[in-house]
């Protein structure tokens, strides 16, 4: 049981951390494409260049996080399955 906590604290730490990188990348997009807006309501704190910088930093751990998050439900009942019929083999 103790597993399984630690694997739902893992798979929650994967969702919050995707949903802050999703809401990063749509934001230094919009400041991007909407820049004269973006640096209104920043107070002239997110620039386009800036955008730019951090649209195309959080490119890599995006896609890294997202697939992440998407595998590691197949992966882990994969592996579940494997580990159970091992376990019946031996008994």
């Not at 494409?33 to 730019?52: C, D, H, V």
């Not at 697939?67 to 994969?78: A, S």
Request: proline share 3%; aromatic share 8%.
């Amino acid at each position: 049981m103790e597993r399984d906590t630690n694997l739902e604290a893992v798979r929650a730490a994967i969702r919050y951390l995707l949903l802050v990188l999703i809401l990063l990348y749509l934001i230094s997009g919009l400041g991007i494409t909407q820049y004269p807006i973006i640096e209104r309501l920043t107070l002239g704190l997110l620039t386009k260049s800036m955008a730019f910088k951090i649209h195309d930093f959080l490119l890599v751990p995006f896609v890294v996080v997202l697939l992440v998050h998407v595998l590691l439900g197949p992966t882990m009942r994969i592996y579940s399955h494997f580990k159970k019929r091992q376990r019946q083999k031996h008994q």
